[in-house]
């Protein structure tokens, strides 16, 4: 479980790394889309090394396996939350670019925040489609032990995916917060202090945030849940789940 997480937060340390200096260039649009592919590499190689039990004969189940009885229902909420900050910043003019575009060019491209939302929504549409497939996946194992470690390997799964689409969310939104802040804290190109101090509290809870579900990323000790469904007496031997 360590080596995992330790793979999944070099994903993030790299990602996040690599964005910010792709700011400070011409690359800006391509900053997000190296944060994304960075942490989705960190997460792929983490589940590669994440031990999980011996799968027994596969079983399907007529109790119906639901997302919500995996998936954080407060992380999720956490994260649409931090969706629609960042799409409450796009919805404003953005600063300039924080690079030096113009320095070596002596113009700039306009800034557009369109890469960053196309990243972030690829982000929840493949987290999305994963859980799914993780929830659905046949059952491991036909007796009640074996049925509760699987359900606890799926439940623990589908978190460590919510907890790592929630953090690239709060990083995003703390890096456009800082920006945007940024600009407001300089009145006298007609800022605002009163709004950079507020955009600064929103960056640092951001900020706050993206560490909580960085740090939970590496060590998930692995517990089944209540609202997983372990009945036993619902199983026939078959690949495929019911419902």
Avoid at 77 to 82: C, E, K, Q, T
Avoid at 91 to 117: I, N
């Amino acid at each position: 479980m360590i080596a995992g997480g330790l793979y999944r937060m070099a994903g993030l340390a790299v990602g996040v790394g690599t964005a910010f200096a792709l700011t400070r260039t011409y690359l800006f649009d391509l900053a997000p889309v190296a944060l994304v592919l960075a942490v989705l590499l960190g997460a792929l190689a983490g589940e590669a090394v994440t031990p999980r039990r011996v799968r027994g004969r596969g079983a399907a189940s007529l109790v119906p396996r639901r997302v919500r009885d995996y998936a954080p229902r407060r992380d999720v909420i956490v994260a649409a939350l931090l969706g629609v900050g960042i799409a409450g910043f796009a919805s404003y003019p953005t600063p300039e670019r924080p690079d030096h575009e113009v320095k070596y060019f002596g113009t700039a491209a306009p800034v557009s925040l369109a890469s960053t939302l196309i990243a972030l929504g690829v982000t929840a549409a493949l987290t999305v489609v994963i859980v799914w497939l993780i929830v659905r996946a046949p059952q491991a194992g036909i007796n009640e032990a074996d049925t509760a470690t699987d359900n606890a390997w799926r439940h623990d799964a589908v978190r460590r995916l919510v907890h790592t689409c929630t953090a690239v969310f709060a990083i995003v939104f703390t890096a456009l917060a800082f920006w945007y802040a940024d600009r407001q804290w300089d009145w006298r190109a007609g800022g605002s202090p009163v709004w950079g101090l507020a955009l600064s509290v929103l960056a640092g809870l951001g900020l706050a945030t993206f560490g909580y579900y960085a740090g939970a990323l590496v060590v998930t000790p692995q517990r089944l849940p209540e609202s997983a469904p372990t009945d036993t007496a619902g199983h026939v031997g078959a690949d495929g789940v019911a419902g």
